[in-house]
């Protein structure tokens, strides 16, 4: 009977008075263990002085505006595995000190306008492994301090370089494994990325997987002028960095050249329906010319050659009719005082 009593006291101590009741606390850590315990919500009476919160692998499909209240003193918060199919805005805005965010494996569709607003202190937001097919442009207020951003196996063909840009602080973003289009849409983002790279950032790379010619190809292995049909024409700001391009990106990791922040890629553009780009007429046009040019130059310098062959072989029959003997003789003459000088 003592035993048993003496085990009660170590739980109850051990769990916390505020603990839920399927989820394990542990007070020195200040975390709860609330994972694989079937929750379909964020559960009650949570202890307010957590830091760390385990919610991984339930079915949790919604979260209420005010379901952290109770804890404000979180710093890292792992919703990975649950049910979750949108996030509403302000969902986290009571975490004011939250510096992990994993959303991994659920089935979220759209991230809006500033959800993840009033986390200050956010440094990593992991939105890898859902259904992803539309970021905003921006995460919300006070997220300029994330250093990390997973947007992995999602269903994105573009993003808004304009959220990148929200985010000064980041050195690892992840791109793996969504459908991009490698059209004028994704232009801004090819700008971001080779000047993210430039600055030492760390990236997997953004592999093409439309249109058809460019499936598979990392986008920053696109050339330039491919873009050259889009609207604005930003393809031309930087006619340097197509040349710098080659070498350098040999692997998705390496620094490509620095590309300047600029209007292009906005979303609205949309390429012509021209079945190739002017600059690629203009490349053919220029080949015809110079192949035209080095070909009249090619006969010119014929024509040159010819003549002096002809005129030095006539110059070297005169020499040798009119000049040979007397220069003969000369050498002959100059060796005599050589020879009885030595003699």
């Not at 269903?155 to 000064?168: F, G, H, N, T, V």
């Not at 592999?207 to 031309?236: Q, W």
């Not at 609205?268 to 010319?289: F, G, M, N, Q, Y």
Request: with cysteine; proline share 7%.
């Amino acid at each position: 009977g003592n035993w048993l009593l003496v085990c009660s006291v170590i739980l109850l101590a051990h769990t916390g008075h505020s603990c839920p009741e399927k989820c394990l606390c542990y007070t020195a850590s200040k975390t709860a263990d609330c994972k694989n315990r079937g929750f379909t919500e964020i559960p009650a009476r949570l202890p307010p002085e957590i830091q760390i919160l385990q919610l991984q692998n339930n079915r949790i499909w919604r979260i209420n505006q005010n379901a952290f209240t109770a804890t404000p003193l979180l710093k890292i918060l792992d919703l990975s595995n649950n049910s979750l199919s949108s996030v509403a805005p302000g969902a986290f805005q009571k975490l004011r000190y939250l510096q992990v965010l994993n959303l991994t494996r659920n089935l979220i569709h759209y991230i809006e306008n500033k959800t993840f607003s009033f986390l200050p202190h956010l440094k990593e937001l992991d939105l890898s492994s859902n259904s992803i097919i539309r970021l905003p442009e921006t995460f919300g207020n006070s997220t300029g301090n994330i250093t990390l951003l997973s947007v992995k196996h999602n269903k994105l063909q573009k993003m808004e370089r304009i959220l990148l840009e929200s985010l000064p602080n980041l050195k690892v973003v992840l791109f793996k494994d969504n459908p991009w289009q490698c059209n004028c849409n994704i232009f801004g983002l090819k700008l971001w990325l080779e000047s993210f790279l430039y600055r030492g950032g760390i990236s997997d790379g953004i592999i093409c997987s439309a249109p058809g010619i460019r499936k598979g190809k990392d986008l920053l292995k696109v050339p330039y002028e491919l873009f050259g049909a889009c609207p604005l024409r930003t393809a031309h700001v930087h006619p340097a960095s197509s040349h710098q391009h080659g070498p350098e990106q040999r692997g998705p990791l390496k620094h490509g050249p620095h590309g300047e922040p600029g209007d292009g890629g906005r979303a609205s553009c949309e390429p012509k329906p021209r079945p190739r780009p002017a600059s690629l007429r203009h490349a053919i046009a220029t080949v015809v010319i110079t192949g035209v040019v080095c070909g009249v130059v090619c006969l010119m310098m014929l024509a040159a050659a010819v003549y002096g062959c002809a005129y030095a072989a006539i110059t070297a029959k005169y020499h040798k009719d009119h000049l040979a003997p007397g220069r003969l003789h000369g050498t002959a003459k100059e060796k005599e005082p050589l020879e009885s000088s030595s003699a």
